[in-house]
């Protein structure tokens, strides 16, 4: 099954990249719009959560000196997570200090388990059910929220680069096309969560996504008549 899996994701995967590039400049006006409605005093607690740890990853964290290895675990087990939802199963992971990790699984695999960890905030999905549990405006949580948006935007731009493995399998023009889309639906996705919550958040990726298939099907549409 996971061999059909695997077929199916190849012939899907310039069409979902070229779906994520057509979202762009939906979603950077959108993203836009929700970074200038956090600039607000209540919301003040996100930013200076999110402005101290990247301060401290610049100043420390960032040295392999101190190793990174709950970004190398993290890392590892979004393509472990991106491998048991396409039915692989997972042989072997392996995170260290400073040598970075590894991944065994049965088949041969796929694009999505490999460029995974490049735009699924992994730690703001742990993280994301504990902070429903407070009050939607709590300094404490915002706070918390930044902290785990600071983490995995140093951990993201630690790991984009072209002696990346994973995206060297992928292919750099894939990469290009697919990846910036994406990481837009990511950013977005956490702005309306610090904004509003869980149920804000849904309502923007349902709203997104909504706007983004009546784009897609009107170019389709209007490729149809230009073809005919």
């Not at 392996?94 to 590894?102: F, H, I, Y």
């Not at 958040?201 to 170019?219: C, D, N, P, R, Y």
Request: proline share 4%; no cysteine; aromatic share 14%.
């Amino acid at each position: 099954m996971s061999h059909a899996i695997d077929g199916l994701l190849q012939w899907l995967k310039w069409p979902a990249a070229l779906w994520f590039a057509l979202s762009i400049p939906q979603l950077f006006m959108a993203d836009l719009a929700l970074v200038r409605n956090t600039l607000r005093a209540d919301l003040a607690p996100f930013w200076l959560g999110l402005m101290a740890y990247l301060a401290v990853w610049w100043l420390v964290l960032r040295h392999r000196l101190w190793g990174q290895f709950l970004s190398t675990l993290l890392h590892e087990l979004t393509h472990a997570i991106f491998a048991i939802l396409t039915l692989h199963r997972v042989v072997a992971l392996q995170a260290t200090w400073s040598r970075g990790g590894e991944l065994e699984f049965t088949g041969r695999g796929n694009w999505l388990i490999m460029i995974a960890p490049y735009f699924f905030p992994l730690a703001i999905v742990f993280a994301a059910p504990f902070l429903e549990l407070v009050q939607t405006a709590s300094p404490v949580r915002l706070a918390v929220l930044g902290v785990v948006f600071g983490f995995e935007s140093a951990a993201m731009w630690r790991q984009v680069h072209r002696q990346q493995p994973d995206l060297h399998e992928v292919g750099y023009a894939f990469t290009a096309v697919f990846l910036p889309g994406a990481l837009l639906w990511s950013f977005g996705t956490v702005l309306a969560l610090a904004l509003g919550g869980g149920r804000n958040m849904v309502t923007f990726v349902g709203t997104q996504w909504s706007e983004h298939w009546q784009l897609v099907g009107s170019l389709i549409d209007a490729a149809i008549q230009m073809i005919i």
